[in-house]
């Protein structure tokens, strides 16, 4: 079975500066997609962010990018120019061959002015 | 369109009650899920139909009943709750369960 961790369960940031959140997982297969999903207290599970494990180039979406360590099983998301919208619990989530979306516990980020 | 549609957002029922949640997609998806959802905690999957036909129930009790009458509506029949299974519950929808889902804003469920 695959288990997704998420070892910080709150973490904050200073408005426009850089915050990286940690997820690491563990799985038998090969081939797989790694997510960042975001809710913010709208309820709505947004897509931040998608990783293919066979892809070795790391993804980005505008200010949000991952570092994806396939070896190291690790996936963590690095928000740049954090923003006040960007204030809400982010899940790190796994899919495999089953049709199953496996989360994390997620990571409370509060963005301060 | 590109959305995930649930109705009703917010729902009240006695123990004694039968309701129904609606979820509805119109991106050609052919896998869709039902998600429970508590206070701070993750979302934990309960069912999946795939091509119309339910190919994952995670040990769910009875009292919750799926269904999925076409390719773009997905239901849930409820009856007979107890108040723990007060909870947001989420539907989502994907391409092949592997491309990304997307998420309706869930109903959030009262039980009195």
């Known amino acids: 079975a695959q288990t997704v961790t998420q070892s910080q369960p709150e973490m904050s940031v200073q408005e426009a500066e850089t915050v990286t959140l940690s997820c690491t997982y563990d799985t038998s297969e090969s081939n797989y997609y790694l997510f960042w999903y975001k809710q913010p207290p709208s309820r709505q599970m947004i897509l931040v962010i998608r990783?293919?494990?066979?892809?070795?180039q790391n993804a980005t979406e505008n200010r949000f990018s991952v570092n994806f360590q396939k070896a190291a099983k690790s996936f963590s998301l690095k928000i740049s120019d954090s923003q006040l919208g960007d204030t809400a619990m982010y899940f790190c989530?796994?899919?495999?061959?089953?049709?199953?979306?496996?989360f994390g516990k997620g990571t409370l980020l509060t963005v301060n002015p | 369109d590109t959305e995930v549609t649930q109705t009703p957002k917010h729902l009240v029922m006695g123990m004694t009650n039968k309701k129904s949640l609606k979820c509805e997609q119109h991106?050609?998806?052919?896998?869709m899920y039902w998600y429970k959802q508590k206070a701070k905690k993750p979302p934990e999957l309960m069912f999946v139909y795939s091509y119309e036909k339910l190919s994952i129930n995670e040990s769910v009790p009875s009292r919750f009943s799926p269904e999925c009458p076409n390719s773009s509506l997905l239901n849930l029949h409820l009856h007979a709750l107890q108040p723990e299974d007060s909870a947001l519950y989420l539907c989502a929808s994907s391409q092949a369960g592997n491309y990304g889902y997307t998420f309706g804003s869930g109903t959030r469920l009262t039980v009195v």
């Open positions: 990783q293919e494990a066979y892809k070795q």
């Open positions: 991106m050609g998806h052919r896998a």
């Open positions: 989530a796994f899919a495999g061959s089953n049709y199953k979306l496996t």
